[in-house]
């Protein structure tokens, strides 16, 4: 556990250095009531019909990929469904966001609201954004 | 709750200079109604009914419940009500009530396979919207629909893409409906930018304003339509004032102001700016959105800060100035001016708003679930504004709008004069009267 510790923070850090950024010191939940939760609210339940909620969606406990994929996207201009549900409010694209920050926020949504799922790290969302780019 | 959010709405109204707060304590006499009297409605249904609170006189009723997502409704002269659902439910998206003497409505039918908002009644027809189309349906003596399957479709292919999508209707008196295109965006940011934006905003060729039709005539395209005001991020409640013989709406203001800029906003401040504003509406009207933003308590027209706006900077002059300014987020979606005789002369011509209650106030507690009153003469606000109907949400104070079990949305007049008020989270009708 302490190695993989390691790595993570290794990795954390050459991306950061890599970005010539400071790493922030702020926590997941700071960030994604900083960031996310005007719209997702602070439970995660999101506003009915408008923004969806992170609790059990498909988006947030399936592919990591996928889910950073998103979050640095937004919705853009056009629907898409949320597990059979359309919400009406577009999300802005994320990609401001530092790696370590997205990392940091998808974490704590993936380990609150009643999610269980794994953290995700900073060199996941480094190599997510290269797809994206 | 009720007293410090109505302190709170004292507080930012009373800077805006529209209502009448006695003093700021924390006193219940201090209610943001004229009237400090409030009593609660008759509707309570053990914890499901909201109990509302009303001035002094008027009474509140449950006349229907449990109907899905009613937006907007229009009753008829013979107590029947149209009711538009948000979605259609079993093919059916205009549910017909009957409210018999009693004050209670049934189901009498439905029809219309298409969801959507908008609804009204004018010179024999009944004309509905989905969130694309324009549909209209002759009546009968009895203001009953002759051919439910067989509609003209007035207005066709709508700009739609989901956000603000909904189209409000009103008809004025030289046979033009008015229908609502909202902007499918907060601030027509560059795509993979959000704090930059575009300019000029192509979003307005096609959206964020009012385009204007004629009511008796087939298939218009949004080009066959006039292009009648503009700037208008997002309209819902619309209606037509017969004193000035204009078009009035609510604008639904942007949000986020602290995350576009933390600089120049603070969160308390993104929770109430800006102001969700009235507009009087006259052909080739500019309100300007995205480009700036109504400051209610600097009495203000500001850059927005996705265009180079700090929170000081004003905007053009040439752009219009809103009849009225309430605080931000309150989401207004039903506009009414009320012509009948039931209530006190002091309601006669003036104007019902019915706000759905906000979203985007964290970390706020949400607020401004209620329909609130402005008294009107000669066509123009003669008076502060103030809280008419409240307590949709049961009185608790809350942070996520999902709590809020009742939202008010459409709102109509009675033959009585009676007010009904539709509630498109818990699927009630209200209606309000006034006895002596």
Known sequence: MSKHFLILLLLGCTSAFA???????????????????????????????????????????????????????????????????????????????????????????????GNKASAVSTAEVKAARETVK | ?????????????????????????????????????????????????????????????????????????????????????????????????????????????????????????????????????????????????????????????????????????????????YVNIGAPSNVCAEQGNDKKGMQPCPILETAGGIWMFKADKQAQKQNDGVHYATGLRNVVGMDWNNVTNSLFVMQHGRDNLHNASPQNYTEQQSAELPAECMYELHQGANAGWPYMYYDQNQHKKLVNPEYGGD????????????????????????????????????????????FHGSWNRAPEPQKGYLVAFVPFNNGKPSGNWEIFADGFTGGQEFMQPGKARHRPCGLAQGPDGSLYVSDDAGGTIYRITYHQ
């Not at chain 1, 530092?98 to 380990?111: F, V």
């Not at chain 2, 004003?314 to 219009?320: G, N, R, V």
């Open chain 1, 19 to 113: 970005q010539t950024k400071q790493t922030t010191t702020a926590t997941g939940k700071q960030l994604y009531a900083q960031y996310c939760l005007t719209c997702h609210q602070e439970d995660g339940e999101g506003v009915p019909n408008m923004n969806p909620p992170l609790t059990q969606t498909s988006y947030v406990l399936g592919d990591k990929k996928k889910l950073i994929a998103w979050v640095l996207k937004g919705s853009g201009n056009e629907k898409v469904p949320i597990d059979g549900n359309t919400y009406s409010n577009n999300m802005p694209p994320q990609s401001a966001l530092k790696d370590d920050e997205i990392a940091k926020i998808l974490t704590y949504i993936r380990s609150n609201f």
């Open chain 2, 311 to 354: 929170g000081k900077k004003e905007a053009d002059a040439s752009y219009i100035d809103p009849v009225v300014a309430f605080p931000g987020h309150m989401a207004p979606d039903g506009l009414l001016f009320y012509t009948g005789n039931m209530f006190p002369e002091k309601y006669k011509n003036g104007a019902f708003i019915a």
């Open chain 2, 1 to 177: 709750m009720k007293t410090s959010l109505a302190t709170a709405v004292c507080f930012c109204a009373m800077a805006i200079g529209t209502i009448a707060c006695k003093n700021s304590s924390s006193n219940p006499e201090t209610e943001s109604t004229s009237s400090a009297a409030q009593q609660s409605a008759s509707n309570n249904k053990a914890g499901d009914s909201a109990t509302l609170t009303l001035p002094a006189g008027f009474s509140a009723a449950t006349v229907a419940e449990n109907l899905s997502g009613p937006r907007h409704l229009v009753v008829t002269p013979q107590n029947d009500i149209y009711v538009k659902l948000s979605d259609a439910k079993n093919g059916k998206g205009i549910v017909i009530l009957h409210v018999d003497g009693n004050g209670k409505a049934t189901t009498t039918g439905g029809f219309g396979d298409y969801g959507g908002t908008g609804i009204t009644i004018k010179n024999g027809y009944l004309y509905a919207s989905s969130n694309d189309d324009v549909y209209r349906y002759k009546l009968d003596a009895n203001n009953r629909v002759i051919n439910e399957n067989q509609p003209e479709k007035i207005a066709t292919g709508l700009t739609n893409k989901g956000m603000h999508n909904s189209k409000s209707l009103v008809l004025d008196n030289a046979g033009n409906i």
